[in-house]
């Protein structure tokens, strides 16, 4: 899978503003990180392969990934009862020196 088929776009939120603002400094236990971004991938793609292709399209270091499947919402078409499309969504940690310019 290309990488660009793997990373379908970029989650512009209110709370996703707000997370890629925040940062936060090293303690004793846990290292320094930069902000996180969420993306709506590909739903077969694996946390590796997010990780890859982040990496790759925005020259960042990213240090974690987390993944979520979002189930479709149920709505009504007419008489029928239908749903959105279910889709996969993937939160990007960054490292302290890292940002995507996104906003």
């Known amino acids: 899978m290309d990488i660009y088929h793997i990373v379908k776009r970029p989650l512009v939120t209110e709370k996703g503003t707000h997370q890629a ?18 993306f709506e991938v590909h739903p077969k793609a694996s946390k590796p392969m997010i990780r890859q292709a982040i990496e790759k399209i925005y020259d960042v270091k990213v240090i974690s990934v ?18 959105t499309p279910k889709w996969k969504k993937a939160v990007v940690v960054l490292g302290p020196n890292s940002h995507i310019d996104l906003f």
């Open 66 to 83: 987390r993944t979520s499947n979002r189930k479709g919402k149920p709505r009504r078409v007419r008489y029928k009862m239908g749903s």
């Open 21 to 38: 603002q925040q940062s936060q400094d090293a303690t004793r236990s846990r290292p320094a990180r930069g902000g996180s971004f969420a």
